[in-house]
C-alpha cells in the first residue's frame, strides 16, 4: 500500500529544534517530489516546504525560511524536516505529502506528526 | 504573495448540489487542487488540474476553472461529503497556496 509514515514531532520549548522525519512505501520515491504541509490547531493548510526529486531544489515558504531545512535520502526512502528557533506559531499538525508526476498537486498524504511549541 | 479566497462554509440539504467556490488573480491561468479533510483525518485530493479525478474519487465530484474563480462541485451531496475543502495553486510566491478552506454542513 502506498503510504507516508511521519514522525519526531514532540513537546518542544521555544527556541529549541526538533527533526521531523517521513518515510515512504511503495512508490518509486526516488521520482516523486516531496513537501510538508502544515496545519495549526482548527486552522486551514499551510505549505511549508518542497524538495525535488534529486534534492538539488529546496523551497520554503517565507513563514519558516532561514529556520527550516528540508532533505531526503532516497537510499532509505525517507525525507527530513529540520526544524531550527522554533516558535509558538510554528505549533501545528506536519503532513508529509507526494506530489504528482506533474508536479500539480500533492496525491498521498500522511497522517501526521504533533508538534507543540511551549513552555 | 499570492492568496485564494474561498467562503469559510457551505450548507446543502441531502441529495442537492454542493459548489464551493476558490478566488484568486488569473486563477484560470493556474491548474488548480482540491483536496477533502474529514474531521480528525489528513487531506485527499479529490481534484486535480482543474478538472481530473483521481482514482477511486466518486464521479459527483467534478471541478471547473475559468477567469479569477475555480469551482469544486458536489452532486448528490451525502452526510459523507461533511468536510473541509481546500484549492490549491502554484504560484511563484509561495511556491504552493491553499485556499482558507470551506466547511462543508450537509444538513
Known amino acids: 500500500e502506498v503510504q507516508l509514515v511521519e514522525s519526531g514531532g514532540d513537546l518542544v520549548q521555544p527556541g529549541g529544534s526538533l527533526r521531523l522525519s517521513c518515510a515512504a512505501y511503495?512508490?518509486?520515491?526516488?521520482?516523486?517530489?516531496m513537501n510538508w504541509v502544515r496545519q495549526a490547531p482548527g486552522k486551514g493548510l499551510e505549505w511549508v516546504s518542497s524538495?525535488?526529486?534529486?534534492?538539488?531544489?529546496?523551497d520554503y515558504a517565507d513563514s519558516v525560511k532561514g529556520r527550516f531545512t528540508i532533505s531526503r535520502d532516497n537510499s532509505k526512502n525517507t525525507v527530513y524536516l529540520q526544524m531550527n528557533t522554533l516558535r509558538g506559531d510554528d505549533t501545528a499538525i506536519y503532513y508529509c505529502?507526494?506530489?504528482?508526476?506533474?508536479?500539480?498537486?500533492?496525491?498521498?498524504w500522511g497522517r501526521g506528526t504533533m508538534v507543540t511549541v511551549s513552555s | 504573495s499570492y492568496e485564494l479566497t474561498q467562503p469559510p462554509s457551505v450548507s446543502v440539504s441531502p441529495g442537492q448540489t454542493a459548489t464551493i467556490s476558490c478566488s484568486g488573480n488569473?486563477?484560470?491561468?493556474?491548474?488548480v487542487s482540491w483536496y477533502q479533510q474529514r474531521p480528525g483525518q489528513s487531506p485527499v485530493l479529490v481534484i486535480f488540474?482543474?478538472?481530473k479525478r483521481p482514482a477511486g474519487i466518486s464521479e459527483r465530484f467534478s471541478g471547473s476553472s475559468s477567469g479569477n474563480t475555480a469551482t469544486l462541485t458536489i452532486t448528490e451531496t451525502q452526510a459523507l461529503d461533511e468536510a473541509d475543502y481546500y484549492c490549491?495553486?502554484?504560484?511563484?510566491?509561495?511556491?504552493?497556496?491553499f485556499g482558507g478552506g470551506t466547511t462543508l454542513t450537509v444538513l
Open positions: 505529502a507526494k506530489s504528482r508526476r506533474a508536479p500539480d498537486a500533492f496525491d498521498v
Open positions: 488569473k486563477l484560470g491561468d493556474k491548474y
Open positions: 524538495i525535488s526529486i534529486t534534492g538539488s531544489t529546496k
Open positions: 488540474q482543474d478538472i
Open positions: 490549491q495553486a502554484w504560484d511563484t510566491s509561495p511556491n504552493w497556496v
Open positions: 511503495d512508490f518509486t520515491f526516488s521520482n516523486s517530489a
